[in-house]
């Protein structure tokens, strides 16, 4: 049955676009039916543009041999925990999407042309990330309880993500099969990236 993959990976990128153009960033509220701490995990897993930097993100520090996860981490970790924590005192607010479009396009290039980025560099793409994410993530509520909890969920999941995640891209990193599908996934993600952007700008004018 290998003649199914080729419909597959063209049906992939399709499958993200259908996921990505319905959807409008918004401060997230509760999950219904689910905890703070769940529902805030669950909210940049089913925020595109958020999925999208994550992924870009994970894949380009995995690409990076050898792994050097501890300072790129020690840059993503508490920026983002910073600009979480701005979102509850009025600091943070629901970011201009075309802006965390090009960082996801920026990010998802760099990926697909495969290059050794210097530690600089890579650390910066991290602190734009974690910080954009972090204030794109504000949780609308009265209680502090629930906004806390909410946010840690939050924090958690994209740390999570992109440190999982590029432990296993940088395992495969030195098979030439797995650096062409890294390669392939960050030229979907370009390719959506401008046209989502293409589509966000349409909308503002």
């Keep these: 049955m290998t003649c199914c993959k080729p419909r597959v990976s063209r049906l992939f990128p399709l499958v993200l676009l259908f996921l990505i153009f319905p959807a409008k960033a918004e401060a997230h509220m509760a999950l219904q039916g689910a905890n703070e701490i769940l529902s805030g995990a669950l909210h940049p897993l089913t925020t595109p543009v958020h999925v999208l930097i994550l992924i870009g993100l994970a894949l380009l520090l995995g690409q990076q041999i050898p792994l050097k996860l501890k300072q790129p981490m020690l840059v993503f970790a508490p920026l983002s925990a910073i600009a979480l924590v701005l979102t509850t005192i009025g600091r943070g607010t629901e970011l201009y999407q075309p802006l965390m479009i090009g960082i996801a396009l920026c990010i998802a290039i ?15 793409f991290c602190a734009l990330a974690g910080i954009s994410i972090g204030l794109d993530s504000g949780l609308q509520s009265d209680s502090t309880t629930v906004i806390t909890k909410t946010l840690l969920g939050t924090w958690i999941t994209i740390n999570a993500v992109v440190g999982y995640l590029a432990l296993c891209v940088s395992n495969g990193a030195e098979k030439p099969w797995a650096r062409i599908a890294m390669r392939v996934v960050g030229s979907w993600i370009v390719a959506i990236s401008l046209m989502v952007l293409a589509f966000s700008l349409r909308k503002i004018q």
Excluded: F, H, M
């Design 110 to 124: 760099l990926v697909a042309l495969e290059k050794k980025i210097p530690p600089t560099l890579l650390c910066s």
